[in-house]
């Protein structure tokens, strides 16, 4: 099975090609309003690396979210090119179970954390399992404060991963069975690896129907009545 792999939802983007489990090119790159400037080179490079072309894609892995808007539209546009030109089915992953996969823990609760801006993070947690993790609640929009709650509320040793810091300091300080580790952002080897798990018990979804995973409204709305002519056929 060979698999492309797109993330673009947050700060970083990145880009993975698989076959299976097995990542044999990848690049990546930290830069906010970067993702349209790096995601197409990328995939250029990393085809030329290995002798691909694109017709021998199987299966398109791409971060739906949550994060940053415009980076998940970018993602979303670019996954749904790919596979619509190729016949490819569609995986779309979490960025928070990207974020979660990759931590370091063999005991700890882990709780994700992607900065959505405005002041408000998506959250999720966490337990560790052989050979990864399981998600064991839901995934929220919340602000650093609620999140301490959250925290407090928790009993259990806990590892903070992903875009902690990007949360003021003083959301942490005290909670003593609190620990942060890495990594920052989810990486497209990651939701590689979840889109073959998944694409093996035969999770697929059509390009036209893949969706964004906000959770909230976008950060820019058209007004359209800027735009609407008024008539007697207004409502």
């Known amino acids: ?34 993702h349209v400037r790096f995601l197409v080179p990328a995939l250029d490079f990393c085809f030329a690396s290995v002798g691909w072309s694109p017709d021998q894609v199987d299966v398109v892995a791409v971060d739906v979210g949550p994060g940053r808007f415009s980076g998940i539209r970018v993602g979303l546009a670019t996954a749904q090119a790919i596979a619509g030109a190729v016949g490819a089915p569609l995986v779309p992953v979490s960025s928070l179970d990207a974020v979660a996969l990759q931590a370091a823990t063999g005991h700890r609760r882990v709780w994700a954390v ?29 602000t650093p404060d609620v999140f ?20 003021p300091a003083e959301t942490f300080s005290g909670l003593h069975a609190v620990k942060m580790g ?3 952002y989810p990486e497209a080897g990651a939701v590689l690896e979840i889109a073959v798990a998944r694409a093996e018990k035969g999770e697929f979804i059509h390009p036209d129907e893949i969706r964004p995973l906000y959770l909230r409204e976008p950060d820019t709305r058209i007004n359209w009545a800027d735009y609407r002519t008024e008539g007697p056929w207004a409502s």
């Open 182 to 184: 890495r990594p920052r």
């Open 1 to 34: 099975m060979r698999v492309v792999a797109i993330e673009t939802a947050t700060a970083s983007s990145s880009v993975a090609l698989g076959e299976g489990r097995n990542v044999v090119a990848a690049g990546m790159q930290q830069d906010a309003r970067g």
């Open 114 to 142: 992607v900065d959505v801006r405005r002041g408000e993070i998506a959250v999720g947690p966490y337990q560790p399992v052989p050979g990864g993790v399981v998600r064991d609640g839901p995934t929220e929009i919340v």
């Open 148 to 167: 301490r709650g959250m925290l407090d509320s928790d009993r259990s040793e806990i590892l903070v991963v992903g875009d902690w810091a990007s949360v």
